[in-house]
């Protein structure tokens, strides 16, 4: 499995994030709906409403993606 460091992935490549919010703006994502998340989007997808069903390589970025979920319940 891949090991990524989920503090230097923020700090170093948001530019990802920043390109997948052009994306959400076309999915026009609604409030309970349901998104397959590949990668690191699940914080921006919540934004909206939606609910983010993610996979992810690494281990790292799931656990940091569910302590961000679970901050924003």
């Known amino acids: 499995m891949a090991k990524w460091n989920p503090a230097l992935y ?18 026009s994502p609604k409030a309970n709906e349901v998104i397959l998340n590949l990668g690191y989007l699940a914080h921006d997808i919540s934004d909206y409403g939606a609910k983010a069903l993610g996979i992810d390589a690494s ?13 924003e319940c």
């Open 10 to 27: 923020d700090e170093k490549h948001d530019f990802i994030s920043r390109f997948g919010a052009s994306l959400l703006e076309v999915l």
């Open 59 to 71: 281990q790292e970025m799931i656990e940091q993606a569910q302590r961000i979920a679970s901050l």
